[in-house]
């Protein structure tokens, strides 16, 4: 039986092979989602009361984003010890209100994924967020007040009688 098959000739299997690697050696792996991350933000405001809301809004592009905002559990710096970051909106916005007054650094994260290579590539941006507690200012300074007022007025001022009374 092996007798009556035709042979084909060396060169078509030579040329098929050749064909095969040219369309092979032309292809490559893309990734059309990956985004070359650009990490770039701006706030509604820097000064915040506490609850006051607080709009980050993106100005970069990438496939990913989180927010470290600087408060307790959420320290970019310690996100190896177990800190977290919080995910956006699809956009990369974010919106966020301080519960305790202090001065904190807030950490914008950009990211994107190669599919090709298995590489993540990360950008980072921060700003100082000031938070103050306007209860807090609004007692030292009526507190301020009243004891310029009763300087002013060369009143002797007793520790106790100066918490439970009014000198204006």
Request: net charge negative; proline share 3%; aromatic share 14%.
């Amino acid at each position: 039986m092996a007798k009556n098959m035709k042979q084909q000739p060396c060169y078509v299997y030579i040329t098929f092979l050749l064909l095969n690697c040219t369309i092979l050696s032309s292809c490559t792996l893309d990734d059309p989602a990956f985004i070359e991350p650009e990490s770039s933000f701006s706030l509604n405001k820097s000064n915040l009361e506490v609850f006051e809301i607080l709009t980050l809004t993106n100005e970069g592009q990438g496939q990913f984003y989180a927010v470290f905002t600087g408060d307790a559990g959420h320290q970019f710096s310690r996100k190896d010890s177990g800190d977290t970051g919080f995910k956006t909106d699809v956009n990369g916005n974010f919106t966020y209100s301080y519960a305790e007054a202090g001065t904190y650094t807030l950490t914008y994260v950009a990211s994107g994924y190669r599919l090709e290579t298995g590489e993540r590539i990360e950008k980072i941006s921060e700003a100082i967020v000031v938070v103050s507690d306007p209860d807090i200012a609004s007692i030292e300074l009526t507190r301020f007040e009243v004891v310029n007022s009763a300087l002013n007025n060369n009143k002797f001022l007793d520790p106790i009688t100066f918490l439970f009374n009014d000198y204006r």
